[in-house]
């Protein structure tokens, strides 16, 4: 089993309309969570860090739930520039080691 | 912007020869890394420093080496490139415990 997991996609949506990514992780003692954004042969670029409390950026809202072990990734009001592959990744605590997921590839559709 | 280049941003090669590929960061960041992306896979770790001079490996270390003799530069060597180095490799930097990456260098071994 693969430390982190998401479903691949792609998911193709409409423009406005609301999508949601979960991300599964295997290990216990991660520590800290993100959501980064990769656009096609480009550098993934940070998009949320993902706290225990749940946070919100704009249209965009993540979550943790410990005791599942996932997190996930909610978007709002989709735009066509959102379309791109989101990766999960996770931080082992006490490491310097960043654990990626292979990314949830999302279309939005005019 | 995190300030961090790589060069070459493309490279052809051929099996067998020696390949350096160079990140260059601008903000004396401590932790750099190495990763390589293929399909079907996550980032994957190769390096990382954690310091001038200071280095460990990550999980697909073997045939690549490093160098950090300057904090603002972090070098990867391929000793004598093989058919499955050919991938698109990633620096990156952490802040805190975010990771922020460089624009790539796709390289191709013949």
């Known amino acids: 089993r693969k430390e982190v997991e998401q479903d691949p996609g792609p998911f193709n949506v409409p423009e406005g309309a609301t999508v949601a990514f979960n991300c599964t992780y295997s290990n216990s003692a991660s520590q800290s969570f993100f959501w980064y954004r990769q656009d096609c042969r480009k550098e993934p670029k940070l998009l949320m860090s993902v706290y225990s409390s749940g946070n919100e950026d704009g249209r965009f809202t993540a979550q943790l739930n410990r005791a599942s072990q996932y997190i996930s990734l909610l978007i709002r009001d989709s735009k066509l520039s959102d379309s791109a592959t989101y990766l999960c990744?996770?931080?082992?605590?006490?490491?310097?080691?960043?654990?990626f997921g292979t990314g949830t590839r999302l279309k939005v559709l005019a | 912007d995190a300030g961090i280049t790589q060069s070459p941003r493309h490279k052809v090669t051929e099996t067998g020869t020696p390949v350096t590929l160079r990140c260059h960061q601008t903000?004396?960041?401590?932790?750099m890394y190495w990763y390589r992306q293929d399909p079907g896979h996550g980032l994957r770790l190769i390096h990382y420093?954690?310091?001038?001079?200071?280095?460990d490996k990550g999980e697909v270390s073997d045939g690549y080496s490093v160098s950090r003799s300057k904090t603002e530069d972090f070098l990867l060597t391929l000793e004598s490139a093989t058919s499955s180095q050919t991938s698109v490799y990633f620096c990156?930097?952490?802040?805190?415990?975010?990771?922020?990456f460089g624009p790539g260098t796709r390289l191709t071994v013949l």
């Open positions: 990156a930097i952490s802040f805190g415990r975010e990771q922020f």
């Open positions: 990744v996770v931080n082992k605590s006490g490491t310097y080691k960043y654990i």
């Open positions: 420093s954690y310091g001038v001079k200071d280095t």
């Open positions: 903000e004396n960041h401590r932790y």
